[in-house]
């Protein structure tokens, strides 16, 4: 499968599909790679042993120059020491601004080597190869960041990719926990943006068991297609794109509250997406009881509640710090039906009281 993503500053190819990753070379070609261009592949401890060998020989035997740099897996590794390190790394091996960064794995991975490549040297190419089901999202879109103690995704860039080729195959080693993660954001795309879809994995996607085959096709590609809609719209989010940080508000708070982590990403944006949910019906007076959302994620395994320990008025000077907000009032994105969304301001007072009852929800 190839899309074309679009946005106001570049255009790139995505291709999608079992295998993907052998089209490496004739995609390098089109994008006036030469033979000889220096190539730097950024994973992580856990796709290195996977992956690596795999990806590293197919560019190897196209004739370019291939480094790897690894960093270690997980949430924690997106920091300011690792960053350093891949610029160092990239230095080392003399890469110059013709030079290209390859980014194998998930989001971590993703967002940590995708702004290292936009500012090195002020900026040079780079590959996205998502090796995780969330990463049909962070790979999309050219937001790029890495975390700061004191906030999620706090220093970063817009640098859109040269390319995206994910190699569905990759997701067969992807731990069961990792597949729950990566269907968090596909839930929300489903909520912020399409009914039917969300219907459709009410009906179909009953557990995780049945997220293989097909269905977990058909899921990445919706969330692609939604992700990319989104995205030529409003690229480097003055609108629209906005809307994708449903759930976000509150996850990011708990993400770096907790200790980077501690939850994963979509572990902390499903809980964040409830709360979202519970302002929502306080805010528009309305009820979404019949939709049982808790339910429904619990049925995934999702955490469903504020984690226990987690004092309210700390969470909401963490979401009052959130890049949404301004003049220190807390923006979140709220739902008004299922694919219809709004970005509202919210009153210190009143979120604390919601974030109160949120927490008095959990068992
Ligand atoms: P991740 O990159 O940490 O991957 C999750 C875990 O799975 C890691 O331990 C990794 O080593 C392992 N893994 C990766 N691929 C594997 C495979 N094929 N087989 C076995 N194990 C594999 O996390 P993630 O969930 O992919 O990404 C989360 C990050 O993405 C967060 O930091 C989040 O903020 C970011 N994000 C960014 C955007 C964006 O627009 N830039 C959007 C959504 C999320
Ligand atoms: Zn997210």
Redesign the pocket.
């Known amino acids: 499968i190839e899309r074309t993503i679009e946005t106001a500053t570049k255009q790139y190819p995505l291709l999608l599909g079992d295998g993907a990753v052998r089209a490496l070379p004739c995609l390098l070609q089109a994008l006036s790679c030469p033979p000889g261009t220096k190539m730097l592949i950024i994973t992580?401890d856990?796709?290195a042993p996977?992956y690596l060998d795999e990806v590293r020989a197919t560019l190897a035997a196209a004739g370019y120059d291939v480094y790897a740099y690894i960093i270690p897996?997980?949430?924690a590794a997106?920091s300011f020491d690792n960053y350093y390190a891949c610029q160092t790394a990239a230095l080392q091996c003399g890469l110059d601004r013709r030079s290209l960064i390859v980014a194998l794995?998930?989001?971590?991975?993703?967002?940590l080597a995708g702004f290292v490549a936009a500012t090195y040297m002020r900026g040079i190419r780079y590959i996205q190869m998502p090796?995780?089901l969330?990463?049909h999202?962070?790979a999309v879109?050219g937001?790029?960041?890495i975390n700061h103690p004191l906030g999620?995704?706090m220093i970063g860039a817009f640098h859109q990719p040269e390319a995206v080729v994910y190699d569905t195959a990759?997701?067969r080693?992807?731990?069961e926990r990792?597949l729950r993660?990566?269907f968090a954001?596909v839930i929300k795309h489903a909520l912020i943006r399409d009914r039917r879809f969300y219907d459709w994995l009410r009906a179909e996607i009953k557990t995780l068991a049945d997220l293989q085959g097909g269905k977990l096709a058909y899921c990445i590609e919706k969330g692609i297609d939604i992700k990319a809609s989104v995205v030529r719209e409003d690229e480097k989010e003055t609108g629209v794109r906005a809307h994708l940080n449903f759930g976000h508000t509150l996850g990011h708070a708990l993400e770096s509250e907790l200790g980077y982590g501690v939850l994963?990403?979509?572990e902390a944006v499903a809980v964040g997406m409830l709360f979202a949910i519970l302002v929502s019906e306080r805010l528009y007076g309305r009820s979404f009881a019949e939709h049982r959302f808790a339910e429904w994620f619990a049925a995934y395994g999702f955490p469903v509640s504020l984690p226990d320990g987690l004092a309210p008025h700390r969470l909401l000077e963490k979401m009052k710090g959130d890049k949404k907000a301004y003049a220190g009032t807390v923006r979140m994105v709220l739902l008004r039906e299922i694919g219809d969304v709004e970005v509202v301001e919210l009153e210190d007072d009143k979120m604390l009281a919601w974030l109160w009852e949120f927490a008095g929800q959990g068992g």
């Open positions: 992580d856990v796709v996977l897996n997980g949430e997106k794995g998930g989001g971590v991975v993703g967002d090796t995780t969330l990463a999202d962070s879109g937001k790029v960041a999620k995704n990759f997701l080693t992807l731990p990792e993660s990566g954001e994963t990403h979509g």
